[in-house]
């Protein structure tokens, strides 16, 4: 499941309305269940009955600043199977991919899902002023010296005044994960963070 963290003033209830009416129409389907803490989307490309196929979730909770996001597929090898077994059977009779086409279309489209998910909540939560990185209630930096908690970004401790640029808190630019200055990875998603200088 690819997870990411956007910060800002977001209600998983207004993200998963927001889904459901852009994802609830045309070639797809989506439908919104609470689960605890939680709301849970699941959207999909429609089949010849108008059910969901090649569907994925897209877990939504609160964190104390924001909202953590998780958008998982749940067909996607079914998708690739058919397209497998499409093309095998154009190897032995190329007419075979005419009257297969629509069931193409719609796994091809199904790969692409998750991307135009992504996009959705990402321009969602640029409409409200959110997004990914830090945030300042997420974590304090404490001075090396004093152990006196500060906002992160304060230049020098409270307490002391001593330095603390190079004591800030990391932020992946990929998922929105906080890392600790000296983290070389993001424990989330992998990506190569760059040290603070």
């Not at 059977?89 to 009257?99: R, Y």
């Amino acid at each position: 499941m690819d997870q990411r963290t956007y910060h800002g003033d977001l209600n998983p209830n207004e993200l998963a309305n927001a889904l459901v009416a852009q994802f609830n129409q045309g070639s797809t389907i989506a439908q919104r269940f609470v689960q605890g803490e939680r709301v849970v989307v699941q959207i999909g490309s429609r089949d010849r009955r108008g059910g969901a196929e090649n569907a994925l979730a897209v877990s939504i909770s609160r964190t104390p600043d924001g909202i953590n996001v998780g958008v998982g597929q749940q067909r996607q090898l079914d998708a690739a199977t058919d397209l497998a077994q499409a093309g095998l059977g154009a190897l032995l009779n190329p007419f075979s991919l005419i009257s297969n086409l629509n069931e193409i279309v719609r796994d091809v489209s199904s790969f692409s899902l998750p991307e135009q998910v992504w996009k959705a909540i990402e321009a969602y939560c640029a409409s409200v002023g959110a997004g990914l990185g830090g945030s300042l209630q997420q974590v304090v930096t404490a001075c090396p010296y004093c152990q006196v908690a500060n906002p992160p970004g304060a230049p020098t401790c409270s307490g002391c005044g001593a330095p603390l640029g190079k004591l800030q808190p990391i932020h992946c630019h990929v998922c929105g994960w906080t890392a600790p200055y000296d983290a070389k990875t993001c424990k989330r998603c992998g990506t190569k963070l760059s040290p603070n200088r």
